[in-house]
């Protein structure tokens, strides 16, 4: 079933056409990589699609339904999540505290009501942290915790808003290649497990094509391939934008 469906959508700024009349959809229970060089318009399609940027022109459908011009809080009540980083003022928290954060901001989104009770139990946020291999760290400070487990948290807090789609931008920006590699086979399955669709831009071209199920590229705005990983690997016109002179 396809969750979101992107037609000709442009973004300029000034004179840069970010975003080029690009098309692609993405489907319930996909693992999608969004990938190109620095500049290609990859973070400017994912403002587009969470509501913080207006497209010049095109389409956004999510679940069959126009979210072009609605305001970011109600794009996300449909379903579609994004990672954020911890804040500072966060830090100090505890991991658990941290997703419980999560928990209530969510209910707060499905009630309208700022109902913390129920959701501050301990166990419905130590079972996110279990599914990211973080419940030994729940009452450890998120600032005590070495990076790459600090962006398992934020993994965890963005599944407590129990996300049809969940937009990551860079998520392992910054971390070693080996961490990178575990955080998005993490992704992976829980995309599998959850049935959740995942749009994610990813720099090593190694990760992308070990757990992806379909890449799209884009080089400076526009869309040049759209296809199952064997496929963009052997495209020539990929291979030029990546290894080309
Ligand atoms: P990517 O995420 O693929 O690296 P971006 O979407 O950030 O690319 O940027 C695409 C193009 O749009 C770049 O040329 C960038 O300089 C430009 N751009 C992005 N955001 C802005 C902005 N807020 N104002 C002006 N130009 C921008
Ligand atoms: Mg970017």
Redesign the pocket.
């Known amino acids: 079933m396809t969750t979101l469906k992107i037609r000709h959508l442009t ?1 300029l ?2 004179g ?1 056409r ?2 080029d009349d690009v098309s692609f959809s993405v489907r319930s229970g996909e693992f999608l990589a969004l990938i ?10 994912f ?1 587009m699609i969470n509501g913080q940027l207006a497209p010049n022109a095109g389409d956004i459908r999510f679940s069959g339904r126009s979210i072009v011009g609605l305001p970011p809080r109600a794009i996300f009540r449909m379903g579609v999540g994004r990672t954020f980083q911890i804040a500072a003022t966060f830090a100090s928290m505890t991991v658990l505290e941290n997703v419980q954060m999560g928990l209530i901001s969510h209910a707060a989104q499905l009630f309208g009501l700022w109902r913390p009770a129920r959701v501050l139990h301990r166990e419905p946020a130590i079972e996110l942290l279990r599914q990211v291999g973080m419940a030994d760290a729940a009452d450890r400070a998120c600032r005590e915790l070495a990076y790459g487990d600090v962006k398992r948290v934020e993994l965890a807090i963005a599944l407590a808003n129990a996300p049809r789609l969940l937009l990551m ?1 860079e998520p392992t920006a910054g971390m070693a290649p080996r961490e990178r590699n575990d955080l998005i086979a993490l992704v992976k399955q829980l995309v599998v497990e959850r049935n959740m669709a995942v749009l994610f ?1 990813e720099h090593s071209m190694d990760v992308v094509f070990a757990h992806a199920d379909r890449v799209i590229v ?1 080089a400076r ?1 526009k869309l040049i391939a759209d296809g199952a990983v064997a496929a963009i690997r052997d495209d020539p016109q990929v291979q030029e934008v990546y290894f080309g002179t």
């Open positions: 973004k700024f000034g840069v970010a975003v190109g060089p620095n500049g290609a318009g990859k973070s400017t399609c403002n931008d831009t884009l705005g």
